[in-house]
């Protein structure tokens, strides 16, 4: 209890740092001012939704290859953390696409194909609710798991190409991309305090299953006698 | 080669079955046209418009209407208590999974071929000049709805609001069938009709893709 309080606090404190970073340190942008400072959260926030997807995806093919119970609960303590970046990106998106572009969504391909993946984690995680009996739930919610993850790319492919507001990748984005020195350092700040409160939130989220599985174990046998 | 011996005896069987009742197809193709009646309600088509957006049009009814069509595939043999038998009888669980997806490929073309000139009518759009391109769009489709169908259906025939669920499953996974079919479509009902290559490729890429995931993973779906 103790070790998770002092590591919520040091989440807490690196977020914090990031905020200060992303609101003091960064300099303004040349066309959007102030307004752009929301990137800080909203990108980094995206990357770390994408990552905790890659968990889940991970853990789905652990569940199909050895079975084990704790990948099914790192899976679905992933798959509620990443949708909750995922959301939080939904939601800033349009509150930066307002006032930068004049409209709060437009059907581009990256904000289209985050729509999409976010809907894809929704029916996985009410898959999860629909299956009774526990294995059953694991295994096959594990295999839609990985038919969602492997039909992002394609579904970002098929919207790129022919739907074509969103800026062409800033980061790693090929000639003429790139950030200001002291942006990027406060970007990458920001993309590792997401990082870690998303690692923390998972961590958290796996300690619940684990509980609720051992009730569920306790409360079976406590009938059983 | 006992993969394709079993495949096409199970096909056979599907077929059979299907044959037997019709049941699959009439709905499909009736649901279909209902589809396309209300959508001509809802936006009163005009031929310059109907150029524009009746491929769109098609395809989502043609989506909706997958969803329902794959409903039965597992859920029959669900229900029959058939699927162990069905496990027992073939070496290779994969089999079962080709059979299906090519019969329900099978089902969807048909209700496409026959729904084909009622659409072309109904929305007046000339489809004769690039039918063997249509053809080869709706082929490739199809087939990459029945293999996403086909796998999801097995997952969703085992939980509960199975009827409600696999087009929330089935729906956003088919995106990039909907968003390429529906451009590449769209390109061939134009003014001056002209094929994407880039289009079909990625249908293809599509079907490669998923036809190796079931491939990879089909036989834990039907695991007891």
Redesign the interface.
Known sequence: MLKSAVIGAVVVFLVGAAAYGAFYIAPDEKTMHVLYRIFYFHAAAAWAGMTAFFVCFVANLLY?WRRDEKYDAVAISSAEVGLAFITVVLITGPIWAKPAWGIYWTWDARLTSTF?LW??YI?YL??RT???ESD?RA??SA??G???F??VP??F???R???TQHPAPVIMGGPGSGLDPTMRKVFFFSVLAMHVLMAFLIAERYRLEKLRTDLELVRREAEAT | MSLLANTSALLGKELRTEFRSRELLTTTIVFILIVLVLFSFAFNPTSDESRQFASGLLWLALLFASSLMLQPCFLREQNNDTLSALRLSVSDPFAIFLAKLAANTLFLLLAELLLLPLFAVMYNVPVVPVLHWLLLVFFLASLGISIAGTALSAISAQARMRELLLPLLLLPLLTPILVVSAEVTRSLLDREPFVRWKGIGFIGVFDVVFLTALWLFGEYLLEE
């Open positions: 199909v999409v809907l894809l029916s009410l898959l629909l299956i009774e059953r295994l096959l295999l839609f990985i038919f969602a492997i039909d394609i579904v492919g098929a919207i190409w022919w739907r």
